[in-house]
Every structure is written in structure tokens, then in C-alpha cells.
T-cell receptor, first 115, second 111 residues
């Protein structure tokens, strides 16, 4: 079974621009979560989507947004990029049992550099 | 406020010996815990998990122990292998898929 795929793997943008990252979950997985990893803050939860609806949101400004499509694929968008948005953005998918915590499987990440 | 902490940034172990990685948490509402390992330029790989109703879970060479009263969990790897060298993250969740991660511990297994 193919794993979680993320595109692109690397991205360079300049301050003020916007960026869209894409994630395809493992086949059959209906929940997609996004995380940001930086050297200073570590791994932090951004948001989770299930059935095209945002279920949970982490403590990030409104410039960070996401969406999920009917085939469970997800995108996240960051508008008005700041230097501090440079990070590894990780997508994780899980089956979604509806109760409790599912095991999340991570993709390889998208390395975003903001100049 | 760090709710999940891994106080040892690094750990060095000889091949064949036991590796013990530790994790402390402060939020008593966490009810599910996971361990991931991460190689550079890759996403975290799931290793093992434990529910708060258990105090131990084993999977091959990996065992996770949970001490709820101390708000502490540990990952034991026996025997350690050079391929286990990576950064290990513990994560906690409260009835959902929003994971709170520790800062990671870099494990180096020497041949």
C-alpha cells in the first residue's frame, strides 16, 4: 500500500507570497492532519480534516488554512508568508474510527524556505 | 507551556544493549501516547502506542511503559541496533487526533 505523499518536496518563496502544499493520504484513510516542524518550536499541530470538514485547529494565525476534497486529498495554504514560516510541513493520515485517537502515518514533508 | 517533554536531547548506547528513552507530560487529560522515530529528510515513522488504560505495550524489540501517577512514559528498545539511530519523538493525545509532541531525543547506537 502506498504511503502518504506530499508535493512539492521543496519550495522556496519570498516574504509576502502565498503557498499551497498538497497531501494525498494512504488509500482508505479519511482523516488528514497537518503539522509544522521548526528547530525552535518542534513539531506543532496545525489542523485536522475529516469528511471535508476541519475537526481541530492548532494555535496558528488565520494565514494558515486548509481544505480537504471528497477523495480525502488535502491542501494547506499559507498566505502573506513571513520568514518564520520557514519549516518542514508534514501531513499525516489516519483511518478515523470516530472515537479515541487513531494512529497517524506521516508523509515525507514539504520543506518550505521563505526568503 | 510544554505539555510533553523529552528531557534528554541525546542518548548513546552500544549495539546489543538496551536503549531507554523517556518522556514526561503535564496534562492529565492525555489518554493516548505514541512513539515515532524520524530520520533526516523523512517524515516520522510510527513505532508503538499505548492507551492510558494500560501500563505496558510490546511490539517486537519495542516496549512502551506508562506510569500515569508520575505522568511518565518510556520506550525500551532491546536489543539496540545501529539502524535504530534516529530522533525519537513521544506524542500525546486527548481523545482525538491532535498530537502534542515532545522535543525529541537523538539516539545513537554504536556498533
Amino acid at each position: 500500500k502506498a504511503g502518504v505523499t506530499q508535493t512539492p518536496r521543496y519550495l522556496i518563496k519570498t516574504r509576502g507570497q502565498q503557498v499551497t502544499l498538497s497531501c494525498s493520504p494512504i488509500s482508505g484513510h479519511r482523516s488528514v492532519s497537518w503539522y509544522q516542524q521548526t528547530p525552535g518550536q518542534g513539531l506543532q499541530f496545525l489542523f485536522e480534516y475529516f469528511s471535508e470538514t476541519q475537526r481541530n485547529k492548532g494555535n496558528f494565525p488565520g494565514r494558515f488554512s486548509g481544505r480537504q476534497f471528497s477523495n480525502s486529498r488535502s491542501e494547506m495554504n499559507v498566505s502573506t508568508l513571513e520568514l518564520g514560516d520557514s519549516a518542514l510541513y508534514l501531513c499525516a493520515s489516519s483511518i478515523f474510527r470516530g472515537s479515541g485517537t487513531d494512529t497517524q502515518y506521516f508523509g515525507p514533508g514539504t520543506r518550505l524556505t521563505v526568503l | 507551556d510544554q505539555q510533553v517533554k523529552q528531557n534528554s536531547p541525546s542518548l548513546s548506547v552500544q549495539e546489543g544493549r538496551i536503549s531507554i528513552l523517556n518522556c514526561d507530560y503535564t496534562n492529565s487529560m492525555f489518554d493516548y501516547f505514541l512513539w515515532y522515530k524520524k530520520y533526516p529528510a523523512e517524515g516520522p515513522t510510527f513505532l508503538i502506542s499505548i492507551s492510558s488504560i494500560k501500563d505496558k505495550n510490546e511490539d517486537g524489540r519495542f516496549t512502551v511503559f506508562l506510569n500515569k501517577s508520575a505522568k511518565h512514559l518510556s520506550l525500551h528498545i532491546v536489543p539496540s541496533q545501529p539502524g535504530d539511530s534516529a530522533v525519537y519523538f513521544c506524542a500525546a493525545a486527548r481523545a482525538g487526533n491532535m498530537l502534542t509532541f515532545g522535543g525529541g531525543t537523538r539516539l545513537m547506537v554504536k556498533p
